[in-house]
């Protein structure tokens, strides 16, 4: 009792009963159709912030800061006149600042924070330099 299915590979399906198959017609359309997909997928994709470390906006630099109102100034000002001139907030977080480049810091974390956030690690450099934290 051996019930055995055979499968006559030249027989055309019922839906297409004697139809010839046109490759490059097919080939069109299934290229047709991954154009249009490739195009709403660029259409709808949201482009990063930055599209390498180097090529975000870099922030004011603390020697450009100091430049800016003279160095007798500069040493007179206090930290966070020193802050907004690199025109940042005065009320951010100085501990993270110190640390990130103060004595004893942890060269991960900054390597870290500059792989997710090169603009952010830019700027808590130069505040570091700006507040004279770099080894203290």
């Known amino acids: 009792m051996s019930d055995e299915i055979k499968i006559d590979l030249n027989e055309q399906t019922p839906e297409q009963p004697n139809a010839t198959i046109d ?8 290229r047709q159709r991954r154009e249009d997909l490739e195009a709403t997928l660029a259409a709808a994709r949201i482009q990063p912030t930055q599209q390498a470390p180097g ?8 020697e450009q800061a100091r430049a800016q109102v003279g160095l007798a100034r500069w040493h007179r000002m206090s930290n ?49 330099h700006a507040l004279d934290y770099f080894g203290r």
Do not use: M
């Not at 490759?23 to 299934?30: D, G, H, T, V």
């Not at 940042?88 to 900054?110: H, I, M, N, T, Y």
């Open 80 to 128: 966070s006149e020193k802050l907004i001139s690199l025109g940042q907030s005065p009320e951010q977080d100085l501990g993270f600042v110190r640390q990130l480049w103060g004595k004893g810091a942890d060269p991960r974390l900054s390597a870290d924070l500059f792989k997710s956030n090169p603009v952010k690690y830019r700027q808590t450099r130069e505040a570091a």
């Open 23 to 30: 490759y490059a017609e097919l080939y069109k359309q299934e």
């Open 55 to 62: 090529a975000d906006i870099r922030p004011k630099t603390f």
